[in-house]
């Protein structure tokens, strides 16, 4: 897949800066967002500010350039998209085949031609090796079905699978309709349900149930243990260290003052890059004293 694209990145004060990305400065991001997911080091909510800066960094020196986590950020938000796009074709184009060898979608020409007509971005994914799959598919995951269901490359990926992955009680459930289906049963002659009957009932089940999941609700939200109000956000340090034109003094005193000041420290985590830059400088533009 090529993946030369141009983002824009918010810069702050200075404006909109645009970047170009070769596909060479787009493997080496995702190769280094992809050790990051296979060392464990993303956390649950995705990857952190830290991430995205040390991956600037990281390509700064090796393509000597001036990119900022930010940017990085969007690049990687960009590819994502694309991603989102390969899997939807996987698993919605009739007539499609996965080449797993390859990393390749094939279909046939003419068919290829008719779906590239109403799609014209998905030109640069159809019957040509897309670069970076396997980073991809790490950082992003896989949709497609895993384990003894997922299809081989021979079989078409538009079609409905006849079998998915069950956990063991669904497994249960569909046992026991399979028996029932081979048994032999006698007609039933149903009972004609008055419809005012039904709706009432209906009715009377739909206000039952919202009531039941309100209640449920506020006791969980009751019983719910509640964090502390001096707690300190986690990666918080890590956060400032990823933080662009401060020396290590300057960022342990403004750690020392969020740690004093835990609400603050925890407006400052819920903050973009941006802000919290502008929030640290405007700090020790006040405080700091050489």
């Known amino acids: 897949m090529a993946t030369d694209a141009t983002d824009e990145a918010a810069v702050g004060s200075e404006g909109r800066s645009v970047v170009c ?5 787009s493997t080496f991001m995702l190769k280094h967002l992809c050790a990051i997911v296979e060392g464990g080091a993303r956390t649950s909510t995705g990857f952190k500010m830290m991430h995205y800066n ?24 960009t590819i994502k998209k694309k991603f989102a796009m390969i899997q939807k074709i996987k698993d919605t184009v009739s007539g499609a085949q996965w ?28 019957n040509k090796p897309i670069e970076n799959y396997r980073e991809m598919q790490i950082i992003y995951g896989d949709r497609l079905a895993t384990g003894k ?5 021979s079989e078409p990926i538009g079609t409905a699978a006849t079998s998915m992955d069950c956990d ?24 004609k349900k ?9 009715s009377i089940l739909g206000r039952v149930g919202s009531e039941l999941a309100a209640a449920i609700i506020t006791a969980g939200e009751k019983s719910a243990p509640q964090p502390p109000l001096d707690e300190i956000p986690d990666a918080l340090y890590e956060t400032l260290l990823g933080m662009e034109g401060f020396s290590e003094a300057q960022i342990a005193h403004y750690f020392a003052f969020l740690v004093e000041n ?29």
Request: charged residues 25%; glycine residues 6%; hydrophobic residues 30%.
């Open 168 to 191: 063991e009680d669904d497994e249960a459930v569909l046992a026991h309709s399979n028996n029932e289906g081979t048994s032999a049963t006698r007609p039933v002659k149903k009972h």
């Open 21 to 25: 990305w070769t596909t060479s400065m």
């Open 54 to 77: 040390g991956c600037a960094r990281a390509l700064n020196e090796h393509f000597r350039q001036s990119l900022t986590g930010a940017q990085i950020s969007n690049h990687h938000r």
């Open 149 to 153: 269901y997922a299809k081989g490359s």
């Open 194 to 202: 008055d419809p005012n009957e039904e709706e009432g009932l209906v």
């Open 262 to 290: 835990p609400k603050s420290a925890k407006a400052f985590m819920k903050m973009g890059h941006t802000g919290q830059q502008t929030w640290m400088a405007r700090y020790i533009n006040k405080e700091w004293k050489d």
């Open 99 to 126: 080449d797993d060898e390859t990393s390749t979608i094939r279909l046939e020409h003419e068919m290829a031609i008719t779906y590239i007509a109403k799609h014209e971005a998905a030109a640069e994914f159809i």
